[in-house]
């Protein structure tokens, strides 16, 4: 596997453990619809649907400015089969959690509502 595909996983193992830490349960891993992809689906009193970024530096910029325009797009269409499959009547929040490992340590930055549809 190529080193920034082990990246990717090591941030979204270490993102789950702080949402659970911070009391989040957790719904779904790596869930896919069509062309899509949703990092992970977790409930904290309404449904929430969080894109992991994770980069080994910030020096081209934050984790977090590489979640396109497009990307957004197809995480609002993945949930809402999520919703219609799962026969859901719940609110949705679209979160990102950026992720920088520097060394051995995780650096998490939990951005809750990073971006809405109208």
């Known amino acids: 596997m190529a080193e920034h595909n082990e990246l990717g996983k090591e941030g979204e ?21 069509k062309k899509a992809e949703i990092d992970i689906i977790a409930l904290k009193e309404e449904l929430v649907v969080v894109e992991v970024k994770t980069r080994s530096t910030d020096y081209f910029g934050n984790p977090e400015e590489f979640v396109t325009s ?38 998490v930055d939990h951005i809750e509502d990073a971006f809405l549809f109208f």
């Open 13 to 33: 193992k270490e993102a789950i453990a702080y949402l659970k830490k911070n009391g989040y349960e957790i719904l779904e891993n790596n869930y896919r619809f």
């Open 70 to 107: 497009k990307k957004k797009k197809l995480l609002v269409k993945a949930i809402d089969n999520y919703i219609i499959e799962k026969d859901l009547d719940v609110e949705v929040r679209f979160d990102i959690i950026a992720i920088i490992k520097r060394g051995y340590l995780f650096e």
